[in-house]
């Protein structure tokens, strides 16, 4: 039996069961669609925060704030203007905030609504209902009538983003917490349990691309073009739960918690670290957490792809996949602004962003659908980033953002999409033999499909509490099967469309590493065109990849 503690887990410290449960802690509640109905408003399934309604451009900030009042007094609750942090800020200051910041860079700023109890003596005498964003929203557009659309242009709710890998699914298939199986000993002598599993949820077994240790024999990822003196290596960033340690990717290869004018872009809680800490939340069961680790596997397969690219690690989701989407909002915010900066100034310039993660809009049409998360990603487009979100795993072709925010046929929405800003691209996943997975999303809002399930790459040296089935030491040598958590070797399997992401932000950073190196390719408009271009040719070749692999 391992001597480490779990999951690379440290010791627990007094008081440490709070952390545990509060990391347990589910980021929101599903919206109910049939609450707070609102005439020609037909809304659908998501996740968000019910404290609190995000902000991010207004009109008038005064007459919104009034709308949202009077429609909060209706329940008995009461609204507070704050930042991202929940700190309380007045209207003057946020209106010479907002101004500021699109003088400077254009890019929207975000600002909270929280909600709180505050009944009046003699008007709600019951006792007033749960706080609820939703509730408030729609209520405060049944007041306004057809000045909605006018007045509460930017406001919205503060959806939760999920991390796209089988086994994170904020909607799942399964409603009995009880396996319908009875026999204790089961008569398969198949390892893995089942053969020829059926369904999405078999990604998530082990043997069918399930998240399972893997030995890997091959060589290190090599860089081999030539650096120039004016020249620079190209540099792919991505959000998601961070980087762990693992040989591949050393500290000059990959930038962790990067800071852009003394603030952080994501967060930076190392208790909680997903990628350091298998077992984050919950009870000390040993089990590793759905999401330890995957931002590791993500910068493994961009490693796999393009050797040359320095990479950029923003931690912005927790141990769970989750993240909300005004934080995960701001740290998109902060990179844009620090890839403007001067280089003398700081700045950074980055030429592909993956997103592996993402929601569904309740309201997804051309009045209500809020557009400030799409214009923070054409800003760094047109800066000549390109940009690469993974589709979502749940069978569906129900647009997912921030993958569907491009301008792709007969779209339900309006979006910004400029044929002057590199690519904005939606990435579903392949099975090894091409075909389409069975768990991924498709619609003509999906521009690709690459490899996505079953991939292997890097990960944390976690080693968690599940042991070997049989040991049988002989000779001085420990002999054992396969401890079925134990990824002391640094490499695993995994499946999502998660993994397909990286596959193309890693090919699109090899198209144009050459020239990025070289120095030739310099200015924003070069790499813009060069981006462009490049994901055509990637786009075909990723089509011919399988006999029924099909591309949009």
């Known amino acids: 039996m391992s001597d480490n503690p779990p999951g690379g887990a ?55 704030m009034k709308a949202l009042e009077i429609a909060a007094g209706d329940f008995g609750w009461g609204i507070e203007l704050q930042t991202l942090d929940g700190v309380p800020i007045d209207h003057a200051s946020a209106l010479e905030r907002a101004r500021r910041g699109r003088d400077e860079l254009g890019l929207p700023t975000i600002y909270r609504v929280g909600i709180f109890r505050a009944p009046i003596p003699g008007r709600d005498d019951k006792p007033v209902p749960q706080v609820d964003a939703w509730r408030l929203l729609q209520r405060a557009r049944a007041r306004a009538g057809d000045d909605a659309k006018t007045i509460l242009a930017g406001v919205s709710l503060d959806h939760v983003l999920t991390l796209d890998t089988i086994g994170v699914n904020p909607y799942p298939t399964k409603t009995n917490p009880y396996p319908t199986k009875t026999n204790p000993y089961p008569t398969k002598t198949n390892p893995f349990g089942v053969a020829n599993a059926p369904g999405v949820e078999s990604y998530a077994m082990p043997g069918s691309g399930g998240r399972q240790v893997v030995n890997y024999i091959g060589a290190r990822p090599r860089r081999t073009l030539k650096l120039h003196k004016h020249g620079r290596r190209p540099v792919v960033a991505y959000l998601d739960t961070g980087c762990g340690t693992h040989p591949w990717l050393p500290g000059k290869v990959v930038t962790r918690a990067p800071v852009v004018e003394q603030h952080l872009i994501g967060i930076k809680e190392p208790e909680t670290d997903p990628e350091v800490i298998g077992d984050v939340s919950g009870a ?86 809020d557009h400030t998360l799409n214009e923070l990603l054409v800003a760094a487009r047109r800066l000549g980033c390109a940009i690469v979100c993974s589709s979502g795993n749940d069978a569906t072709d129900r647009p997912s953002f921030p993958a569907a925010l491009w301008g792709w046929p007969d779209a339900e929405f309006v979006v910004d999409d400029p044929t002057d800003a590199a690519p904005h691209v939606s990435v579903g996943a392949l099975n090894p033999n091409g075909t389409m997975a069975l768990f991924s999303n498709l619609g003509g809002w999906v521009r ?28 001085g040598r420990r002999r054992e099967t396969i401890d079925p958590d134990d990824f002391k070797g640094g490499f695993a399997i995994w499946s999502g469309t998660s993994f397909a992401a990286p596959h193309v932000a890693g090919m699109l950073a090899a198209s144009v590493a050459k020239g990025l190196m070289e120095g030739t390719l310099t200015s924003e408009s070069a790499r813009v065109t060069a981006l462009r271009a490049s994901f055509e040719v990637i786009k075909a070749k990723l089509a011919k990849r399988g006999p029924t692999a099909v591309c949009s």
Not at 316 to 333: H, K, T, Y
């Open 10 to 64: 440290a010791a627990p410290r007094p008081g440490a069961w709070r952390q545990r449960y509060d990391a347990a802690r589910a980021r929101g509640v599903p919206l109910d669609p049939r609450s707070e109905p609102v005439k020609d408003v037909t809304a659908y399934p998501t996740d968000y925060d019910p404290g609190h309604l995000l902000i991010t451009r207004w009109g008038a900030l005064d007459d919104l």
């Open 284 to 369: 000390f069961d040993g089990l590793i957490d759905d999401s330890a680790g995957h931002g590791t596997f993500i910068a493994g397969i961009i490693r796999q792809v393009c050797p040359e690219a320095d990479l950029i690690a923003i931690r912005v989701a927790d141990s769970q996949g989750s993240v909300l989407e005004g934080d995960f909002m701001l740290a998109v915010r902060r990179l844009v602004k620090w890839m403007a900066m001067d280089e003398k100034d700081g700045g950074r310039k980055i030429d592909v962003i993956n997103l592996s993660l993402g929601y569904y809009h309740e309201t997804p049409d051309d009045e209500l659908f």
């Open 448 to 475: 690709t499909y690459a490899p996505g399930a079953a991939v292997v790459s890097t990960h944390p040296p976690f080693d968690g509490g599940t042991q070997p089935g049989t040991r049988d030491n002989r000779d």
